[in-house]
């Protein structure tokens, strides 16, 4: 009998010490400090542009485009209409040119192209 109780005192002895040394060690970890930086990371800098939807200053270049009539239709001098959402640019005469509200009016289908706009299917 005496050989099982000093088996379970000894058993008992060392449960007691491994939970003790590993609270120890889980405290530890919470102590330790993570380095933080000196201070937050940072976006680059990017290069300033100038709004697309404003018409141009005697500040801002020229631009070939000026903003559409409040109805959506195009000013004389600038007869070609674009809409931004779809990307694609309308001619006087094409099937959908007046039923289009324009964001943008070109002088030339050419500069509606070579602002980045196609040119409609029909």
Sequence with gaps: MEGIGTALRRTFILVVLAVGIGAMISW??????TPTPAEPPQWPDWPERADERTAPTASTPALSWVSAN???????SHPVKAKESSGIFHVPGGRFYDRTKADRCYPTAAAAEADGYRQSKT
Excluded: W
């Design 28 to 33: 530890r970890r919470g102590q330790a400090t």
């Design 70 to 76: 409040d109805d959506g239709s195009a000013p004389a």
